[in-house]
């Protein structure tokens, strides 16, 4: 079954710790990025991936790390530099870079206790 | 940068009405412009998509204009059904590559028997 699988679906943080959500996908697609979901502000891009070992920050990339060893793995690192991390994290990927569907995970919610 | 404003934040509707959302964009150099649908507790899905050089794209129920000129797009679903009830979000790309997107505010849809 194709795909792109995220997890876990819940995670709590305490305050002071990284975290890291899990992003695999199986559709054999090169691009891969990585949204923050808030109440009423949309899908903000935190960082995007074209191809193994290349990413770029996104328009809310502080407080965040990726890496991009391999093609179908995208894992998001919240760090505790991140001051607000409580929101819905969504992982996406695209066949190509220029104007395709995006395919979305389930999504990770995470907490900071 | 690319700002996406989308209108209204909710949005009520009796079954069998017609409905309409809104988005305008700032960078007139973006050129493609999806629609996704986002039930409560799913994934993000793409539901509809146009390219700079469409004015307008219809699937069943569903169409989208563009007017590139006023920078807006528009949404418009036709007989609708209470399983239309979901948040709606517009996007507009990021011209350059990486197919960027930048997402509106979102709009939450209920339709109502």
């Known amino acids: 079954d194709g795909g792109i699988t995220q997890s876990p679906k819940y995670l709590f943080r305490k305050e002071g710790q990284n975290v890291t959500l899990s992003c695999e996908q199986n559709l054999n697609h090169d691009a891969m990025y990585w949204y923050r979901q808030d109440p009423g502000q949309g899908l903000r891009l935190i960082y995007y991936?074209?191809?193994?070992?290349?990413?770029q920050k996104g328009d809310i990339a502080e407080g965040y790390s990726v890496s991009r060893e391999k093609k179908e793995s995208f894992p998001l690192t919240v760090t505790s530099a991140q001051k607000n991390p409580t929101a819905f994290y969504l992982c996406a990927s695209t066949i190509g870079t220029t104007n395709t569907e995006a395919f979305f995970g389930q999504g990770t919610r995470l907490t900071v206790v | 940068g690319e700002n996406v404003e989308q209108h209204p934040s909710t949005l009520s509707v009796q079954e069998g009405d017609s409905a309409v959302i809104k988005c305008t964009y700032s960078?007139?150099?973006?050129?493609?412009f999806p629609w996704y649908k986002q039930e409560l507790g799913k994934r993000p899905q793409l539901i509809i998509d146009?390219?700079?050089?469409?004015g307008e794209k219809k699937d069943q129920r569903i169409a989208v204009t563009l007017n590139k000129t006023a920078k807006h797009f528009s949404l418009h679903i036709t007989e609708t059904q209470p399983e239309d009830s979901a948040v709606y979000f517009c996007?507009?790309?990021?011209?350059?590559?990486?197919?960027?997107?930048?997402f509106g505010a979102g709009t939450r849809l209920a339709v109502h028997p």
């Open positions: 146009i390219r700079s050089n469409v």
């Open positions: 996007a507009a790309s990021i011209p350059g590559g990486y197919n960027k997107l930048i």
């Open positions: 991936s074209q191809i193994v070992n290349d990413f």
């Open positions: 960078d007139s150099a973006s050129n493609y």
